[in-house]
């Protein structure tokens, strides 16, 4: 690893399938930068538990994301690949920063906010600590770049605030983290309420393209992907779910919104959806045939990852080594 390299880390909760949107909205860029920078890559699933998960299906769902994470190209020789259950850093700094986190600021979380609306009979302290666990999983690397949707953007928000406070009191102790929220593709929306983001918790399955769907099913949610009525293909502020579906076109084809209006002049919608769907399908169809040579073999996954468990824990544990004797513990 060249030290001059910007460190990125980012994380992805194996909270069920992986759609388009987690695709186009984070992890296409997770593979793209790994040719520029030092990157540090998990599966999040002590944040997935601020849901409650069924034991076996969880189980399933680590093991799929992590092999998904192979299969799109992740390399874990050049990177570093882990489950963030398996440092126990990441449990022991989010409990030191939280001391250094406000009741107020965690009140103002919007996904905190929404996620205790759609779970009301668990708003555990988990769900509102979530962000300090997410601030521990950044700042224990030294984090430079931070990819994610734009819907963690205040996510990130609270990393920097905690890191500039700690660092106030105690010296430079944590490298102060930037976004990374790729300008194209930044918000996949629900191919049946467009105004609302792709998201795989939602409980309409025509709503969203899980990255493992096969092609026939693919071709028929965006089908019945809801547009409007006037037949044009191009994008506009009253045009959200055309402008969606352009959006997701052009982020598998990488054509620009003015190519793709022209490709489709004079064509209905009918022709468009279906353009759409096979580009995705053909987008999908690699990565969905390296997934399974990755998750048939367990051992070679479980292998990788506790490689990369080992990486992670000896860069994690320098930070947590300084912070916990910045803070005055006894060592
Ligand atoms: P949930 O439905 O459980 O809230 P989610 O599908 O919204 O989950 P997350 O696990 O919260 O996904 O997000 C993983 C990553 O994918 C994040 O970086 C997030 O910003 C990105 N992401 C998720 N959904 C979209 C989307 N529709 N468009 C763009 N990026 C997305
Ligand atoms: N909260 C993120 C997942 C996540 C993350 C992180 C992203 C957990 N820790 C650290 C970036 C950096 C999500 O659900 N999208």
Redesign the pocket.
């Known amino acids: 690893m060249e030290e001059n390299k910007k460190k990125v880390l ?1 994380c ?2 194996p ?2 399938m992986l ?1 388009l ?2 695709y ?3 992890l296409k860029n997770w593979v793209a930068m790994q040719s520029e920078f030092d990157c540090t890559y998990a599966v999040a699933d002590l944040h997935a538990i601020t849901v409650r998960q069924e034991p076996a299906k969880f189980r399933q769902q680590i093991y799929s994301t992590a092999a998904l994470l192979l299969a799109l190209g992740i390399d874990p020789e050049k990177n570093t690949m882990f489950i963030q259950s398996h440092v126990s850093s990441h449990s022991e700094l989010a409990w030191i920063l939280s001391c250094y986190t406000q009741f107020g600021e965690l009140s103002r979380m919007t996904q905190f906010k929404d996620k205790s609306a759609k779970h009301a009979d668990n708003v555990n302290v988990g769900l509102f600590s979530y962000p300090v666990l997410m601030a521990a999983d950044i700042l224990l690397y030294q984090s430079d770049l931070v990819p ?5 953007k205040q996510h990130l928000e609270i990393a920097r605030d905690i890191a500039t406070r700690f660092n106030h009191i105690y010296g430079d102790v944590f490298t102060i983290p930037e976004p990374y929220i790729p300008k194209i ?5 629900s191919l049946q309420d467009p105004t609302k ?6 409980e309409n399955i025509n709503s969203w393209v899980a990255i493992l769907d096969s092609k026939d099913d693919i071709i028929r949610k965006f089908k019945r992907a809801v547009t409007d009525s006037d037949n044009r293909i191009c994008v506009g502020e009253d045009k959200p779910g055309v402008s969606n579906l352009i959006g997701i076109y052009s982020a598998v084809t990488g054509k620009s919104a003015e190519v793709i209006t022209a490709e489709f002049e004079g064509k209905g919608y009918g022709d468009f959806k279906i353009a759409v769907g096979e580009a995705v399908a053909e987008e999908l169809k690699p990565i969905q045939e390296r997934y399974q040579t990755f998750i048939s073999d367990k051992k070679q996954l479980e292998d990788i990852y506790r490689q990369g468990d080992e990486k992670a824990f000896y860069a994690a544990r320098k930070t947590l080594s300084k912070v916990k004797k910045k803070v005055g513990f006894v060592l």
């Open positions: 980012s992805i909760q909270s069920g759609t949107g987690n186009i909205g984070a994610v949707g734009a819907d963690q593709g930044a918000r996949v929306m983001k792709m998201s795989k918790s939602d």
